[in-house]
């Protein structure tokens, strides 16, 4: 979960009341905020990433106004027009084809602020950005800078500047391979860089790696401008929303910014509110409370959102555009429930008493595990997550459909497993100080790509079990599903069958009904010796919805 920083003398400041950490923690508990710790003056609070809007003392305190009562419904901010526009050239395309910007004046920056300001770019890097995948966000001093501003992708050899904590002049390529920011990110950028250059020619940012130190905010700066680049162009608008709302209440003036991309231009920022209308009956009965309009009406304008009777039941609802949470009118609710105060909500009992039990696919895996048990195996459980490396190369298999994940955070993690088998295997490869033999189970889901269902994707059950010792061989592991089919009451036969990483004339299909239902055999010496295990392998991987399915057969 995210952490703010609040100093209680600037939230004070900004509420027009002194706090104490008292008043402070029942406060933030009305939000949905927990304060950590308290000390010199500053609470440690964390807050959910569903509210990126918390990621500063002004959002906070913009909330806390509303449901003191201080400040009703949507804040107006007045947005200067400018005399600022950024050129998107086509070459940022298919580098990073997104940019929104906003100037802002009049800001007093001290350290703390300064410090503030920084910690609130990051989590928003964070929560909205996909750790700067998605979303990027720039803060520049606006001294140095010459409209117009352009956005552009150059070779990583094609400019040079001076970065942030840098000496010298770098190049792209040589920022990536030699600068403690550019390695971390280096994954991020391809054979071209995105740049920001100003009018002189100068550049001063490399989205999302670096800022260049002709831009570096330092304390005492007035003037800032802002650049939020990314791959997905509302999540690039909503974290500049969320960024100029608390500058704005920080005291800084805003400037739009015209943004003139090949096919057409935008201004940014854009507050306009959203609206949706919410049915009164629908928000009573989540909440268990006799609610009426003009009752609806308040609560939703100590939320800071302006609301007003539509008849026939219903409620206009206007949201400020930081408001990037508000997806659904179930939202509208939850903001009904906060400035009501849960602690004010009487809890009921039931009028029914029931008792819970186990579903029977869950049963199914109890019993499942029990017999492995009992047949001398130890139970393991992995994550779902894995990579293709993991489960194709390294068991000497050709890639197969897979889902990939879209935003995946390290290479570890890019896919979903379609096979329970790898993951045993890399177990057995981990643990080989540990005493032989050692013999393994798991029964857990693997996905598959498919087409036929809305998601896209199906989930199958899987048994996997592996024997690993001097003497594992496939006669052993024939001999554990033998006894696995008699105990669960099917009749097995088992057919000669290849696939990886099963070695050729040790491996067969376990067939139930005529139905394939399995696999198993002795681990190939070249799977073994990839994955460095000195110990021979026998593995079995029984597939349990198709094994449910020779039922009916």
């Not at 990051?122 to 803060?139: F, S, T």
Request: glycine share 8%.
């Amino acid at each position: 979960m995210p952490v703010v920083n609040l100093r209680l003398s600037k939230l004070s400041a900004l509420l027009g009341r002194e706090v104490s950490v008292e008043q402070l923690t029942e406060m933030l508990a009305s939000l949905g905020l927990s304060v950590e710790e308290v000390a010199d003056g500053v609470a440690k609070v964390e807050y959910n990433p569903n509210r990126p809007d918390f990621s500063s003392t002004y959002g906070i305190a913009r909330a806390l106004r509303g449901v003191l009562g201080l400040s009703l419904g949507v804040p107006r901010y007045r947005l200067r027009p400018g005399r600022f526009t950024v050129y998107v050239e086509p070459s940022v395309a298919d580098v990073r084809p997104y940019i929104a910007c906003a100037v802002v004046r009049g800001l007093k920056v001290w350290a703390d602020d300064l410090e503030e300001f920084i910690a609130m770019q990051e989590d928003l890097h964070w929560v909205l950005g996909r750790n700067r995948r998605v979303v990027a966000i720039g803060l520049h001093n606006l001294e140095p800078l010459r409209p117009p501003i352009r956005y552009r992708a150059v070779g990583l050899d094609e400019v040079r500047f001076r970065p942030l904590k840098g000496e010298a002049e770098m190049t792209p390529r040589s920022i990536l391979a030699d600068h403690e920011t550019g390695r971390k990110y280096a994954h991020l950028v391809g054979e071209k860089a995105a740049i920001l250059m100003d009018g002189d020619g100068k550049v001063f940012s490399m989205p999302p790696v670096i800022n260049a130190a002709l831009t570096e905010l330092r304390p005492g700066t007035r003037d800032l401008f802002i650049d939020v680049t990314g791959l997905d162009r509302e999540k690039v608008g909503y974290a500049l929303n969320i960024l100029v709302s608390a500058f704005a209440d920080a005291g800084g003036v805003v400037e739009r910014v015209r943004v003139s991309y090949p096919d057409g231009s935008k201004t940014y920022p854009d507050l306009r509110p959203g609206k949706m209308y919410l049915d009164v009956g629908y928000a009573g009965g989540l909440l268990g409370l006799k609610l009426d309009s003009r009752s609806v009406v308040r609560l939703l304008k100590m939320s800071r959102m302006d609301a007003s009777a539509a008849g026939r039941g219903r409620v206009k609802v206007v949201y400020p555009a930081y408001r990037v949470d508000i997806l659904h009118p179930v939202d509208l609710v939850e903001e009904i429930a906060i400035a009501y105060g849960y602690s004010r909500m009487v809890p009921e009992l039931p009028g029914e008493t029931t008792f819970g039990s186990l579903l029977p696919s869950t049963e199914g895996v109890e019993r499942l595990a029990e017999i492995m048990v009992g047949l001398g195996y130890t139970e393991v459980v992995n994550l779902l997550l894995t990579n293709e490396k993991a489960e194709y190369y390294d068991m000497g298999d050709a890639e197969a459909p897979h889902v990939k994940l879209a935003n995946p955070a390290t290479r570890e993690y890019t896919m979903l497993r379609t096979s329970i088998l790898p993951s045993l295997l890399h177990n057995l490869a981990s643990n080989q100080r540990n005493l032989y033999p050692q013999k393994i189970f798991e029964v857990g889901v693997v996905v598959h790509p498919s087409q036929d269902t809305p998601e896209r994707a199906v989930k199958r059950r899987r048994l996997a079990a592996a024997t690993c010792h001097s003497l594992a061989d496939y006669t052993e592991v024939k001999q554990v599903a033998d006894e696995l089919m008699r105990l669960l009451g099917y009749e097995a036969r088992y057919r000669p069958w290849h696939r990886p990483p099963f070695i050729e004339g040790r491996c067969a299909s376990l067939e139930v009904s005529g139905l394939s239902v399995g696999v198993l055999g002795e681990v190939s010496p070249h799977v073994l010796e990839r994955l460095g295990l000195a110990m021979p392998v026998a593995a079995m991987e029984i597939y349990l919805d198709e094994l449910a399915a020779s039922v009916k057969h």
